[in-house]
């Protein structure tokens, strides 16, 4: 259906504008000495708005025709002919309007003095005809634009989609490499935390795997999930790993990307408490400077241990997903001095409902 007939309001701004023109034509031709405005409104009026119809048939002509893949000389004539015989079309149909019209008191000769305004009628018939090809093919134009948008816009939430699925693929692996490391350890040691250790990495993995890559979450959940991982981790350390949270009450339903902290926790035990005879003590911060959410993890670390290959991996991930999801807006820095590591996340504070 063509478009302006699908609205209703579209439709009445289109009726209104052709009746601007139906008064302006009966200006002409009052002007012209042939009728007077009674007769040339009662004429022209109705005709005019008849004719606007009719060239509502331009937008399935401009589709037949397009600018791309139309010559010329194809265009040139698919839209002369159209146009000189919508126009003479509209021409008869006058003719016969005049004589009906004709038959009444106050509009008696009409049908003689028809024939005296056809040079100015076929005229504008053609010029308005053509103009309305060119409004259509505007409209068409914008249209395609419009979809192509559309199209790159979907591409690119499809492209983002993938690239954090992809992240994600490699998180799971980084994660359950340390893990199953660490039941392996515990089998030999602990038989019952080993046991225990792998039903938490099962209840941790079916959470996570459940959640979809672009997912936000409040903090509060996000902290739920973050102490279902340090439980599995707190069976490996025991005492040595010790964790504070410093929680600012207004940022409990700030939204974040699901299992945002995991990464950075990883980081912290791995390549920190790990290395430490007596462990340590990671520091979660979560502060809430004007519209912005801050997070700081900080942790203690051994100033002379060997680099590890797979340090930064968590990190790396992290940084790539936060700007897949939030472009500039979020930001990500770390800090390594000698005996402390620390991580810093910025994201646009957006609270859940």
Known sequence: MHPILAHKTKLGLYLAAWLALAVLLAAL?????????????????????????????????CRAFSLEHSSLTQLFSAHALAAFFSAGLWLL???????????????????ARYPQNLALLAGAAVLLFWLMAVVHYLFIA??????????LLQL?????????????AQIHPHFLFNSLHSISALTALDAKAA????????????KSLAMKADARIPLREELQLLENYLALEQIRFGPRLRIEQHLAPETENCLVPALLLQPFFENAVN???????????????VERPGESLELTISNPCDAERAPSKGEGLGLQNAAKRLTTLYGEQARLAWED?????????????????
């Open 337 to 353: 001095r000698a005996e402390h590591f620390r991580v810093s996340v910025i994201l646009p504070c957006e609270s859940a409902q």
């Open 195 to 206: 046991r225990e250790m792998c039903l938490r990495l099962s209840d941790l993995l079916r």
């Open 93 to 111: 149909l006058g003719k016969m309007w005049a004589e009906v019209l004709a038959k009444l008191p106050f509009f008696a000769g009409l049908d």
């Open 142 to 151: 914008f249209e395609n634009t419009r979809n192509v948008e559309k199209r």
């Open 271 to 285: 390549h920190g408490i790990a290395h430490l005879v007596e462990g340590g003590t990671i520091v979660l911060r």
């Open 156 to 168: 690119e939430l499809v492209s983002r989609e993938a690239e954090l699925k992809n992240l994600k």
């Open 29 to 61: 031709t009052t002007l012209a000495g042939n009728l007077s405005w009674r007769e040339a409104l009662a004429l022209i009026g109705p005709l005019t708005l008849l004719y606007a119809f009719v060239c509502l048939s331009t937008w399935y002509l």
